[in-house]
């Protein structure tokens, strides 16, 4: 019980801007709207994808948010860490596990609030709305940001007090992930070393199995390995925090 009550203190904490301020939401959002507005009629007219070019695209969407949204749990952390707010909360009793839940949690519920927008959005313009399979989707997203949220606890604790680190690292590693998982593209029309470097590239496969699950195809090969490479990055993210959590901060 003692946990669950940590959890939701600081689930409230750090959600409490967003209540005061809603519109943060809708800024965050100013860079997928951007490439759902204007990237996207590109592909539909002109560029050969694999399949509707909106039930091809949009997935990827929700990839780019999902990559830069748990990020960003660990951007605050690094923050209240050189601030000097995080070690107010440690001298307190609070389990250092619901510190981590709290955060991601928080970072959780609006990458959900701003899918569904995003998805809302899309419908009108071409995008063939499979709900169980959209759903699936969506919780695909939570498994993988899980474990994205993990790790960008780590680096945010490693990076302190400066912080140069976790800047350097998320700018130069976010970038080529996105880039080498076909979000935007097709990798399939790039030259053989691009897509070889996007075959050991998880987000690739996770991207792929988003894909399916929004055209409704759950028996895809995709599927598989996209939701074995989010189950892979959770447990991982989760164990590396955890345990340097339990070091101290």
Known sequence: ???????????????APVWRDPLSLVFTMAQPLLFLYLFGPLLERGTATPGPAWQWFVPGILIMMCLSGPLMAGYFLLLDLIGGSMERLLVTP????????????????????QAVLIIGLAVPLGLDLHVPGVLTGLTLLVVFGIGLGGLSFVLAIVSAPGG???YG?????????????GVLLPVENGPGWLQVAAAVNPVTYVVEAERSLFAGRFLDAPVVGGGAAAVVTALLGLHLARRRMARGL
């Open 164 to 166: 140069e680190l976790f």
């Open 1 to 15: 019980m003692t946990f669950f009550r940590d959890t939701a203190t600081i689930f409230s904490r750090e959600f």
């Open 94 to 113: 609070v389990s250092r596990t619901a510190l981590l839940v709290g955060r991601t949690l928080k970072e959780f519920v609006v990458l959900l609030a």
């Open 169 to 181: 690292i998320t700018q130069v590693v976010m970038f080529p992930l996105l880039l080498l998982s």
